[in-house]
């Protein structure tokens, strides 16, 4: 099963399975699938929005799953590509926002509409997703420093939330959707935080620890 730890490595295989999700939908409307024809903005609208939502769960996954299988390689595998997906969320949301613009019919019923606490949410988790995709080059964590970056990509986990919310809220009830998409997220993020605070509550083995110096 070695292939399983090499195909993740591959930059190609991610950016074919991230692509993916955003061709899928030329299927249906190609095969004029009635009820996908009987609205295609609200299809594409809902759609990419979906698939922002997975592939920001996603990255999400990705340190924590670093944290409870150090030696796995498919988690060190999928942590090359934390950037790549996180940025990738961005642009499907940034999809999602476009079809959203298009399916209210231009700005006026847009802003008028985006006094609904859902919208709102979207639009936050929009501009999150802005700010972290402006700031994933090395250039701007060289400029932030390595502490107040990771202090700003935090906000990612501000995003989940929003998303959670406003995917639920969108169709007026709880979709089973979005529990599988963020609950074993919330499972291994709790699982990380218990793993992490045994690590250091752990006592130090007697043979680890440094000698105390001899007083000459």
Known sequence: ???????????????????????????????????????????????????????????????PLRV?????????????????????????????LMFQFLHEDGWPTFWKDMRKPFLLAGMGIFLILLILAATSPNAAVRWLGGKRWKRLHRLAYV????????????????????LWIFVPLGILEVARVVRQRIQKTRPIPAHAQAPTPVQG
């Open 159 to 178: 995003a989940a939330l929003l998303a959670a919310y406003h995917q639920a809220a969108a169709r007026k009830l709880f979709p089973i959707q979005v």
């Open 1 to 63: 099963m070695r292939w399983l730890e090499q195909l993740p490595r591959s930059k190609i295989f991610v950016v074919v399975a991230i692509a993916l999700p955003g061709l899928w939908p030329a299927w249906p409307i190609l095969r004029q699938n009635p009820t996908v024809m009987a609205d295609p903005g609200k299809y594409l609208l809902h759609h990419f929005g979906f698939v922002a939502c997975i592939l920001l769960a996603t990255v999400l996954t990705f340190t």
């Open 68 to 96: 409870l299988f150090p030696t796995w390689g498919v988690a060190q595998a999928l942590n090359r590509h934390r950037r790549l997906v996180g940025v990738s969320a961005f642009v499907y949301a940034a999809l999602h």
